[in-house]
C-alpha cells in the first residue's frame, strides 16, 4: 500500500484569477469546429475557427488542483487527463501509481486520478499519456506559432495556438534527436528555478492570461518540480468513479461511472502496466500538442452509458476559452 505521506511541491504565487468551477457549464459537443491540427478540414458551410486543447485541463493547472481540492482528495490524488489506447476509453478515470521513473525518483508521489479524453494508436494497454504544460510533441503540434512551417509527422497544422516558436517547445534536458517525442520542456536533474519558469514561460511568449499563458506555464513548472514531467516504465491503476472536481472541468460524464469505486488512498489497484527501457516503451508519458482532442466530437461514448448533458469533452479556441456556441 502506499504511504500517504505527501510533501506538498512547491507552489507558485497566482497573481491572476482562475476560473471557477461555476463557469463550467454543460455544453453539447463543438462538431462544428475542426482539429487545428493537420487533420483539420472545413467545408464552406463551416465557421472558419478551429478548435483546439484546453489547457485548464492540464496536470497542477490551478483547475486542476482547485477540482481535488473540492472534493476533498488534495494533496493525496492530483487531477490530469490523458491520452488512452481507444474511443472506447473516452470518459472513463482511472486512479493511478506511478512507478520506476524514467529519469529521477522520490518517495512520496501521490496517486494521480485520470480522466480519458483523447485516444491514441500508439498507445498500449494501461498506459496513459498525460496532458501537461510543455509535454511535448507527438504525431501532431498545433500549438507553436511556426507550426504551418515546422511540425511533426503530421503535417502543417491549420492554427497555432501561442506566439511562441517551435524551438521553445522541444527544450528537454534531456538530448533527444526526435524533437517530437522528446517529452518537451523537461527539467528534473540540477533545477534552477528561476530558469525553469523562465522557460516554461517562454511556451506564451511570456503573457499572463488566466485562461492560456498561465495554466501553461504553472503546469510546466509544477509538474517538473513535482518530478512528474517524465516518462514512468511501470505503474499500477484501477477504474474508479470521475469525480465530480474532475468531469465538471472537462464536460464527460459517463453513467457507467457508477459500477465502479470512488478514489481513494486505500483502494487496491488491480491493473499492473510494465514497460522497457530498453525499448523506449512506458506505462506514464507526457503531452502537449494543442489539438483538439478526439473526445471533443459526438458519439464516442455509448448513448446508454452517457450523462447527455456532459456528452463530449470541451473545445477551446486559441484563446483559451470554452466555445459554448
Known amino acids: 500500500m502506499k504511504s500517504l505521506l505527501y510533501i506538498p511541491i512547491l507552489t507558485l ?90 529519469r529521477e525518483w522520490k518517495d512520496d508521489y501521490p496517486f494521480l486520478v485520470l480522466q480519458i479524453i483523447n485516444s491514441g494508436f500508439d ?18 503540434t498545433s500549438c507553436n506559432s511556426d507550426c504551418s512551417r515546422r511540425y511533426c509527422q503530421g503535417g502543417a497544422c491549420k492554427e497555432g495556438m501561442y506566439d511562441s516558436t517551435f524551438e521553445d517547445w522541444v527544450q528537454a534536458e534531456y538530448n533527444d534527436p526526435n524533437l517530437c517525442y522528446s517529452g518537451g520542456v523537461k527539467w528534473l536533474h540540477d533545477m534552477d528555478v528561476a530558469s525553469l519558469f523562465e522557460t516554461c514561460h517562454r511556451l506564451s511568449n511570456f503573457q499572463n492570461d488566466s ?19 517524465q516518462n514512468f516504465v511501470s505503474s499500477r491503476s484501477t477504474r474508479v468513479q ?4 474532475l468531469y465538471e472541468r472537462t464536460n464527460l460524464q459517463r453513467t457507467d461511472d457508477a459500477n465502479y469505486p470512488y478514489p481513494s488512498p486505500f483502494l487496491e489497484l488491480t491493473n499492473e502496466c510494465h514497460g522497457d527501457r530498453t525499448q523506449g516503451h512506458y506505462c506514464i508519458t507526457t503531452m502537449q500538442d494543442c489539438c483538439k482532442p478526439s473526445c471533443s466530437w459526438s458519439q464516442k461514448v455509448e448513448s446508454y452509458n452517457l450523462n447527455l448533458e456532459r456528452p463530449c469533452v470541451y473545445t477551446c479556441d486559441k484563446n483559451g476559452n470554452i466555445m459554448y456556441d
Open 13 to 102: 504565487l497566482v497573481l491572476f484569477p482562475s476560473f471557477s468551477a461555476s463557469l463550467y457549464n454543460p455544453t453539447q459537443c463543438r462538431d462544428n469546429r475542426p482539429s487545428a491540427c493537420g487533420n483539420g478540414y472545413f467545408t464552406p458551410s463551416q465557421p472558419q475557427e478551429y478548435g483546439l486543447a484546453c489547457p485548464h485541463m492540464m496536470m497542477l493547472s490551478d483547475e486542476m488542483i482547485e477540482g481535488s481540492k473540492q472534493d476533498g482528495l488534495y494533496p493525496h490524488m492530483i487531477y490530469a487527463t490523458a491520452g488512452g489506447g481507444g474511443d472506447g476509453e473516452c470518459g472513463k478515470c482511472y486512479q493511478v501509481e506511478v512507478l520506476d521513473g524514467e
Open 123 to 140: 498507445v498500449m494497454s494501461h498506459q496513459f499519456d498525460v496532458f501537461m504544460g510543455g509535454g511535448g510533441f507527438g504525431y501532431f
Open 211 to 229: 485562461s492560456k499563458s498561465l495554466p501553461t506555464t504553472h503546469s510546466c513548472y509544477r509538474t517538473n518540480e513535482a518530478l512528474l514531467h
Open 242 to 245: 470521475c469525480p465530480r472536481g
